[in-house]
Structure formats: structure tokens, C-alpha cells
């Protein structure tokens, strides 16, 4: 099962803990100003102060019952950019911060997890890799239409997720390749007497093991916030008995994110994303319409296709302001396509650039989907993953 989305700031004031500090000196709050404008600012503290912040969360999925509250510890390290010289000419490829954490979360329909992270980069092999586990119990409703009449199924989905990539670079060049593995051991209950005929005996405990090859091409100025480049990436995992899986199917995942600055201050970006499993798969795990304004796994089907555009207008230094609308389709065979319906959602937010040195801005939305309204706390570029 896809993660939360988004575990993000809210900021508000912080419990400070600063490495190599004696406790009886003195704080310095200007460490949370810029040097430049004196406006709020983390960058200072993230790159010289060398603390871990436990910062407030809020869990905004509809599909988990709208709200919920957590912390998540999250460290950046700021790393030196790669340079490569060809042909005489320098190369500089901005390197990822590297991001160290964990979350522990609660919501309003008594879904709950605990999870840890590393993200980073070995500039020497040239490789990114990203590492997270954790446990989860899920309370989560999915929809099936049955004698034409579409019904609502709720499960309690308790699972041990352990996810994983390592990418290594092709010098000179912004393409990466590499493998990725996910792990998930999953218990299922329902709130009926009996399983769902959609449901296999099967499904009740089960483990997925899936490694995957990965391509990538990321030329984009930067990770959290980008202002432009462009990210593609395409994946495709195989589960199976020989690797200690109880399925036997292949997820193929594609997806792009393009970012061009119209103007100094207007960057648009486009996305584009599908993904089709063949055979199959737990139906938990089915491809599903991932949309601001669309509760998780509300529509699902063997394939999902969407496209997406998000516009910032940075009307001022440190404020912008977001507008964005997507439409996708799920659907069980390409023929199908045309027979299944839209699904659109649309939106705006506020962001405020809240680390310079970063370019990391946070904010809030407010989408629509075809249902009902959300909102999203925002950490990042919407399309971070």
C-alpha cells in the first residue's frame, strides 16, 4: 500500500535539542531568521545547528478520516554539488539534502502508524538511496460495484512495511539506474461476517516481496521545491514464490514531472503518471487515482492514467500562492479506456518559503474532488516522493 502522501510541516514553535551543546548555554532564536530579509527562516538552524526537530504533523487523507495529529522528527543535511568536467566544460548536478526521520501518527478514524526514514546521497559511487520501514494499522473503506450499484467495503488493514531503492549515476549525465524492493506483511480484517467475494482467503495474511529495476532522469534545480527540470522515472517489480511472496504478478509504474518558469515569479509544472499490474494482486494494492481531492483507493482498477498542472505565482519574497487541477481514469484493460468515467479535482493553496538555502516552501490546499472537499498540508513540491 502507497504511504501517507505527505507527513508535513506545520510549524509552529519547536522543542529544541542541539548536538555538542552544553544545556546551560544560552539558545540564540536568531538562528530561525534569515540573513538577508530577517523574515522567518530555517535554513540557518538545519545547516549549522545540527539538531533534530520534532515537528508537529498534521494527517490530512481523506480516505483516513480527514484529520490526525502526530510528530515526525526529520533532520536535512545540506550536501556539496557533484561537479564532472567534459570536454572542458564544468558540470554542476545539485545534490539532494540528505533527510533522516521518523513519524508516529494518529487519526480521526483510528488509523495509526509508526515509521522511520533515511534518504541520501554517496557522492563518491555517485549512488542516492532511500530506506523506510515501519508499522501501520490501517482502517480504510474500498468500493466495489456489484449488481450496478456501487458499495462501500470497510477493512482493517494491519501491516509491516519495508521499502527501499539504491540508484546509481551515469557520469556526466543526469540518468539513473538501479533496484528498489518492497516488503509489506499484511493482516486484514473486516467489519462483516464473512470475506467480500472480491476478497480471496488468501488475502486475510499475507506477504508481498517485490524487487523492481528502476530508470531515471532528473535534471530538476532542485529536490523540495523545484522551479524547473524535469523527473522521469519508470519502475517495473516482479512478486513472486521465489522471492518469498505469496503473489505472483507485475506492477509496471511511469510517471513525469516537468517544471518551466513562465516567469521569474510563475512556474508551471505538469505531471503525467500511470501504473498497470499484470495478473494479480491484493486487491489493497491495486492501482488507484492518486489526486488532491480523491480519498486514497476510491477508485481502483488494473491500470490508472492521470495528468495533472499545478501553477505558483510568487507574488511576493518569501509568500506564493497555487492553483492546480487534475482528471484520471481507472479502468481494468486498455479497451476500457473510453468506457471509464474522468475523475477531476482542482484547487488552491498558500506556500511560504520557509528555508531559503533549501528553496523548501510549505503551505496548505483546498481541493475538490468529484465527491467531496480536502485539505492538504503541503511539504515541498505536491508531487514529492
Excluded at 468500493?143 to 501491516?159: D, S, V
Excluded at 479502468?331 to 471509464?340: I, K, M, P, Q, V
Amino acid at each position: 500500500m502507497k504511504s501517507l502522501s505527505t507527513l508535513v510541516m506545520l510549524i509552529c514553535f519547536f522543542f529544541i535539542i542541539v548536538r555538542g551543546q552544553s544545556q546551560s548555554k544560552k539558545f540564540d532564536m536568531h538562528v530561525f531568521r534569515d540573513s538577508l530579509d530577517g523574515a522567518l527562516d530555517f535554513s540557518a538552524f538545519l545547516i549549522t545547528m545540527r539538531g533534530f526537530v520534532p515537528v508537529p504533523v498534521i494527517v490530512t487523507e481523506p480516505a483516513l478520516g480527514g484529520f490526525g495529529l502526530g510528530v515526525a522528527p526529520v533532520f536535512l543535511k545540506k550536501r556539496p554539488p557533484q561537479i564532472d568536467t567534459l570536454a572542458a566544460r564544468i558540470k554542476v548536478t545539485p545534490t539532494a539534502p540528505d533527510m533522516t526521520g521518523g513519524a508516529a501518527f494518529y487519526t480521526l478514524n483510528k488509523t495509526w502508524g509508526l515509521l522511520a526514514f533515511q534518504s541520501g546521497t554517496w557522492l563518491k559511487a555517485r549512488s542516492k538511496y532511500r530506506i523506510a520501514g515501519g508499522y501501520a494499522n490501517v482502517n480504510l473503506s474500498f468500493y466495489r460495484t456489484l449488481h450496478n450499484t456501487e458499495q462501500q467495503f470497510r477493512f482493517n488493514l494491519r501491516t509491516f512495511p519495508f521499502m527501499g531503492y539504491l540508484l546509481k549515476g551515469i557520469r556526466g549525465t543526469n540518468w539513473s539506474v538501479g533496484l528498489q524492493y518492497m516488503m509489506l506483511h499484511t493482516k486484514l480484517k473486516t467489519d462483516s461476517e464473512s470475506l467480500p467475494a472480491f476478497v480471496t482467503g488468501k488475502e486475510v495474511t499475507s506477504i508481498v516481496s517485490m524487487p523492481s529495476a528502476v530508470i531515471e532522469y532528473d535534471n530538476r534545480d532542485n529536490i523540495l521545491t523545484p522551479n524547473q527540470g524535469l523527473r522521469w522515472r519508470t519502475s517495473v517489480g516482479w512478486s513472486d514464490n521465489a522471492f518469498g511472496s505469496d503473489y505472483d504478478y507485475v506492477k509496471l509504474t511511469s510517471y513525469v514531472n516537468y517544471y518551466y518558469p513562465v516567469l521569474k515569479n510563475l512556474i508551471g509544472g505538469f505531471r503525467w503518471e500511470m501504473q498497470e499490474v499484470f495478473n494479480e494482486p491484493p486487491f489493497y494494492l491495486l492501482p488507484f487515482i492518486d489526486l488532491r481531492g480523491i480519498p486514497m483507493a476510491r477508485y481502483q482498477g488494473n491500470i490508472f492514467s492521470l495528468v495533472e498542472t499545478e501553477w505558483r505565482w510568487d507574488f511576493v519574497r518569501r509568500w506564493s500562492v497555487a492553483g492546480f487541477i487534475g482528471t484520471g481514469k481507472a479502468y481494468d484493460t486498455w479497451s476500457a479506456f473510453g468506457e471509464a468515467d474522468w475523475e477531476t479535482s482542482g484547487g488552491a493553496g498558500v506556500r511560504y518559503l520557509i528555508a531559503r538555502k533549501f528553496k523548501l516552501r510549505c503551505g496548505v490546499d483546498l481541493a475538490r474532488g468529484p465527491e467531496q472537499w480536502a485539505y492538504y498540508i503541503v511539504f515541498g513540491s505536491s508531487w514529492f516522493r
